[in-house]
Structure formats: structure tokens, C-alpha cells
């Protein structure tokens, strides 16, 4: 008690003295250990009806193995082409479910073609969360009993009769929470936070890719039982096992998620940039893995955790750009979904049937997210909104919204186009209706000087007039610097005053007309049809 007490004093004095911020108290974990468990010798007499679900008959069972300490998972070390199944007892009399320990494949881990992967071990199972145990049984097809090992991970600190260690507390200088705080739009648990390790990861990492172009959703396997306070142990225990026993850089997932929907930052990096993880490999580079901590093979993940996933989701391809329903190049040349599962790149069952079920909803979910506006979702024009958003063309019509379907008056056309060819500031204009305090004053100004609009006879612009197709048309054709092209294109331009840059933007690609024979010039612009013709211009100029 003495002891506590000096403790806490010295705390509440350093936090005294510190500048407000530069000292965080935190959870401090038990140190993470691991013990190896050889040479299991085969059981001769099964007492317990042993059933096994993948193994097989044939496959050799050992005798129960009590470890030289207590632990809370387990990971297996296997020959190339074994398959095996492992359980856990606390007692030695209560076991556990059978858990499938498949060796990883080379569809697993660090891209084949990086440093890491080089440093990497092979004829690893991924590690299962078992709860506290001190007696384990391995079943395995494929290889002899004695070459398996088990690798006993115990991140809870446990005593001999599995109890956890009890809490204690730790003074961070700096701030590691700060970097969350500078995340907005995402809430997770920081790697000082759960506890990482930092002398575990190596010192080349992270690695980085040049942005992120899709994402690939896991699960880790293992125990589904876990309670909210065990959640952070378990990915101490994976941190550790990836690094320590699998010699890999850092943990393999960039995110990870657990049941109740509590999301933990993955590997070290920045959860807002490219770090290239190593949990799929060949897909790793310019990807991002996020895994929910469990099996989901018969049952799927809570709505909370995948409401999670769907959210951090969402928030990845807001920071990136990326369309939920596009496709992206991998980093080995293949086509992908930008949202795909461990299972579309690789050999392995990883999300589970389950999760897999779950996958064309999420997709709807991070779709939804990840929109700039709330009311663009399902449009057919959205990727040309965000990408008009993106490059500072528009920041909608308020609260969150674009207004897809609202038609675009000259004023506001004018504005668009002063962002979308960053022309410079224009004297203030004489217009009869433009007074100097008009929302759009100085972009009609700027529109003006560079040519692309100008006003009527009368002295007016008429800045609230309806725009039509080939009037735009006009103005994007004079912003282009485009040549008017004779000949009829389209069969209802043929009264156009404006066919030739209607002909013109057809030849750049801005256009396709509305359908395959017609323009529609006179039809009304909407704020979505715009953004098509916007978006399509902005790649016309590199941008």
C-alpha cells in the first residue's frame, strides 16, 4: 500500500510540473510473454468422443500438455500442407471447442516481393484467442505429431489459476492521444492506448505506398466469447505473435475491430496514410486491411462491429477518394473492387461464410459514409460530385447537402467555372442586376474577363436565369480554348448557334450527348448533370 501510495504521489507531482498536454496517464499493461510447447506425444486412449470438424480421420491426436505457464492464446507452427485443430483447458477437465489451425498460405502476410517478407517465417497459424488456459491438445492431418509446436501467448498477465493481472497505471510524456484527436470523423483505440510494444515492431517500419486504393476486410479466427476488457489483450497477443514468432514488422492489419464495435488502431503509421500492412499478400501495397476479432464462419459478426467496420470504412475512402463501387489496380497488376474480402484475393475461407454474406451491404454502408453530401448517394453522377468537391469546385448548397436536382442559374455557372479554371479575379462588373454584394459578384466577374461569359445588350447579366446545355456547352468550350468543329454531330443541333462547341466538346470527350443521337440543347442544366460535364473538364486539364 506504501508503495502504491509513493506511486501515486510522484504521479500527481510530475503532473503538476508538466506543461497541460504533455503528460497522458494511461492503462499499463502486464508485459506480453510467450512460452513454445515441443514434443507432444500422441494420446492412445481418447476419452471424450473426439469429433473433428476439417482434420479428419487419419489425423494424429496428442495427449493433454500442461504449459509451464498460463496463456490466453494460441498459435501453431506446422509443416508445409498440415491442418490441424487445437483446444485449451484452464483445468485440465473443462476443455474448450476444437479451433481449425490451417497453416497460413502465400496468399497471407507480407507482399512475396518486400524486405519484410524476406525477414518473414513461414508454416504459421494465424494465432486463436482461446481465454485463460493451461492445458492444451493438438489434432493434426498431414504431418507427425512431433513436428508441431505450439506457441502459448499470454497478454493478460495471468496468475496460476488464470486469474488476470490486476490494473495498474503509466505515465505517457507527449500526447499519443493526440493524433486521434487530429483524425476527425474517427474514434479508436491508439496503439498507446491498448498498450503496443513499440521495441516489438522493427525499426524499418512503416512502409508507405503512394495513396490507398481499396480496401480488404478479415477476420482474425479464434474465440467469439471474448469479454470488452479482454479486447485489447487480444490485440496485444496478435501484435506479438506477428512480430516475435512470425518476424514480421509490426502487426499485419491496419485496423482492427471487436465485437462491441470498438475500433484499434492497427500498424504504426497513421491511420490516415497509405502504411503498407501485411494481411494479404500480393494486395498489400496501397490497400487497407481492417479485421474483426473472431470466427465468422457459422455466425456473423454483431450489427455493432459491422456498423464499425462500415464507419472506418467510410471514413478511409473519404480521406482517399475512394469510390465504394469502383475498381482499383493492385500493386501486382490484377483488377480488384475497391471493397473486397481476404477471400476474393487469396486461398482461405477469411471472413467467413457468415461475414462474406454481409459483404454487398457493408459496400452500400461505405458508399453511403463515405459520400461528401447526403443527398448523392445512388446518383448516377456521384463520383463526378465528389470529384468536383474534391477539387474545390463546390462545397454544396448547405447542411451536408448538394442538391443534385437543382437546376444551375448563369450566376452560379459563372462561379463554377472561375474554380474550376482558377481564373484570376476580374474587375467588378457594370451589370444593371449584378450589384457588388451578389453571392456570385466576383465570379461573374472573373467569367467575364476571361471570355467564357458575358452580358445581354440591355446592360444585364442575368444572373438568375436558367442555364441550358448549349450554353454551357459555350462557356466550357471557351474556358477549354477549344476550336469549333462544323458538321452536325448530333441531329437536333443543326439550329444550334452554339453546334460548333457542342461538336468541339464531343471531340475532347466532355460530352457524349443524351443519348446516342441528341444533345438536348435547350434542356436545363442540374447541379449533378453539371458536375459530369465539370468533372469531365477538370481531367481535360490535368487536374
Known sequence: MTRRLSTLLVLAMLLTVLPLGTAVVLAAPPETTSIRITGLRSETAPTDGFARTSVGQGAERSSAVRAAEPFAMVGLELPAGASAEVRTSLDGTTWGPWHDAEVLGEDDGPDPDSAEAARASRGFSDPLWVGASRYVQVSVAG????DVEVIAIDPLGLSDDGTPAPPRTRLVLGSPAAEAASLAGLSYVSRAEWGADESLRS???????SDVDFAVIHHTAGSNDYTAAEAPAIVRGIYHYHTRNMGWDDIGYNVLVDRFGTVYEGRKGGLDRAVIGAHAAGYNTASFGISVMGNFVAEAPPEVAVQAVADTLAWKFRVHGIDAYGTA???????????????DVGSTACPGDAFYAQMSRIRGLVAQGSSAFVDTYGSVHEASIERIAAAGVTAGCGGGRYCPGDRVTRAQMATFLTRAFELEAGEPVAFSDVPHAHAHADGIAAAVAAGLASGYPDGSFRPEQILNREQMAAMLQRGLQLEEEDGLRYADTAASAYRGAINALSTAEITGGCDEFRFCPIDAVNRAQMASFLARTLTHLGR
Open 203 to 209: 525499426p524499418d517500419s512503416p512502409d508507405y505506398a
Open 143 to 146: 504431418a507427425p505429431l512431433a
Open 329 to 343: 489496380t493492385a500493386h501486382n497488376g490484377t483488377t480488384v473492387d475497391t471493397l473486397i474480402a481476404h477471400r
